[in-house]
């Protein structure tokens, strides 16, 4: 098959290549190519059994038209500030303005025109006062919350958009390797859960496969000497509590985005995708690895809130494989957790003793992942990780109080994989000649609405 765009990965970052191109009038043959299935043929059979299945040969969580984060909660950040170092390629006005042309095609889509946590009101003052006595920054930015039911009737609509304007999308076909002729891109190889293979042909091949194709991305990077560096990889815990802790923060912010550097070790240690009445869920990837996630709904609401505290680790002599690492890491905690998710008090951390399922039952906070087995995180958790972790969660309880209490809920692995960063120019052209790599497993961006931007602006080179 000959095509003059190949897109491999149909989560943000490849959607909107393709849309923009349609959208600047592009007569260009455009083919995405996606491992999982349309959006409306995802569906865990979790919300059934209760209890995950791990499905096979893809888990429709982390795979399928719009990707796993799309999946997970919805959120839009309309800052440059969140998102990933793409501004630091693309300038921070370019950012900052294809953020809100990217955010302009949501609404025209369907997403809720009510934006959060654009209040400058004396009680976003007073939450700030407290992070700055903690030693904490508070990051300002304004967010869009589609909700995980939400965001998929918006995809659903943008994908029969795109097949509706020509563009044609392979599903259940994964790239296994490209094509590489005379220093440039030809194409690439495919095939599905059967065997069964393709090649397709193309004058540019983008490959945007998300977090959950970090790995591969790697590989071939290091196959084909695709200019690349180990850059950052998140290793951390996704914490729970009552709504009634966090509520003021909800309320006036709802996502608290905050950045410290706790001691002893100083490193970067961030919130991340906070969910009011939201839930806890669990990823699977395809070597098995569970890890934990975090969503929320417009209309189905818990008594909990969730939200991720990640740690910043990064490795470049003479260790110089961070995924790996992270991959490493997570797989020790699910041999703990016999397949599991496991989830941990933060009281009994503090004790030094593990947590029983009795004293899950008997306390304030019930979890939100019905199968996560109770257990003591800090046994794979490496020790630098755990303590900024906890230093960090002494520090939010001085922002939030209550935030550090016994009862608090810590389930782990949170991993985040987007670590090898692909060198681009601002037009995203990597060393190898038609070959452009876009979205968090570029390792240049770190949620929907950044992958979006990316995607927009290659859509606009290609055209």
């Known amino acids: 098959m000959k095509k003059d ?61 719009s990707g796993a984060g799309a999946f997970s909660d919805g959120k839009l950040s309309l800052c440059y500030e969140v998102g990933g170092d793409l501004p630091t390629l693309i300038g921070e006005n370019v950012a900052q303005e294809t953020i809100n042309y990217t955010d302009g095609i949501y609404l025209e889509f369907g997403a809720d025109t009510h934006i959060e946590g654009i209040s400058n009101s004396q009680e976003v003052k007073e939450i700030r006062m407290r992070a700055i006595q903690a030693g904490l920054k508070l990051v300002d930015c304004p967010i869009r919350h589609m909700g995980t039911e939400k965001a998929q009737s918006i995809y659903y609509a943008i994908e029969q958009y795109l097949l509706n304007n020509g563009v044609e999308i392979i599903f259940g076909y994964e790239c296994y390797d490209i094509i590489l002729e005379d220093g440039a891109c030809k194409g690439v190889h495919l095939k599905n859960s059967k065997g069964e293979q393709m090649t397709i042909e193309a004058d540019s091949t983008v490959i945007a496969t998300g977090r959950r194709g970090a790995e591969w991305l790697e590989k071939i990077c290091a196959e084909y000497d695709i200019a690349h560096q180990p850059g950052t990889v998140d290793i951390g815990v996704r914490v729970e509590v009552r709504n009634e802790i966090i509520e003021k923060v909800n309320e006036v912010l709802y996502e608290s985005k905050l950045i410290g550097y706790p001691g002893p070790f ?118 630098r990780a755990m303590m900024n972790i906890i230093n960090f969660i002494k520090a939010m309880d001085h922002v939030v109080p209550g935030f550090a209490s016994t009862e608090t809920l810590l389930y782990s692995p949170e991993l985040k994989f987007y670590s090898n960063r692909v060198k681009m120019d601002k037009d995203f052209n990597t060393n190898v000649k038609g070959l452009h790599c876009l979205g968090d497993s570029s390792g240049w961006t770190r949620g929907l609405m950044m992958a979006s931007v990316m995607g927009v602006l290659m859509g606009r080179k290609l055209v």
């Open 266 to 383: 100083k490193n970067k240690v961030r919130t991340f995708c906070q969910n009011p009445g939201g839930f806890v869920s669990q990823e699977n990837y395809d070597n098995d690895l569970a890890v934990v996630n975090g969503h929320s709904y417009k209309d189905l609401k818990s008594n909990n809130t969730n939200l991720a505290i990640l740690v910043s680790h990064n490795f470049s002599y003479p260790f110089n494989q961070p995924i790996e690492y992270a991959r490493k890491v997570g797989e020790l905690t699910n041999m703990l957790g016999a397949g599991h998710i496991m989830v941990q008090r933060f009281g009994d951390i503090l004790d030094g003793k593990r947590t029983w399922e009795k004293e899950l039952s008997q306390s304030n906070v019930k979890p939100t992942l019905p199968d996560a087995v109770a257990g003591d995180i800090t046994a794979a958790m490496p020790y």
């Open 5 to 65: 765009v190949v897109i491999i990965g149909a989560g943000p970052a490849g959607i909107f290549t393709a849309l923009e191109m349609i959208k600047k009038g592009s007569d260009k043959s455009i083919l995405i190519v996606e491992k999982g299935q349309p959006v409306e043929k995802r569906h865990c059979p979790k919300d059934k059994t209760k209890q995950c299945v791990n499905c096979k040969p893809y888990c429709h969580i982390t795979t399928g038209f």
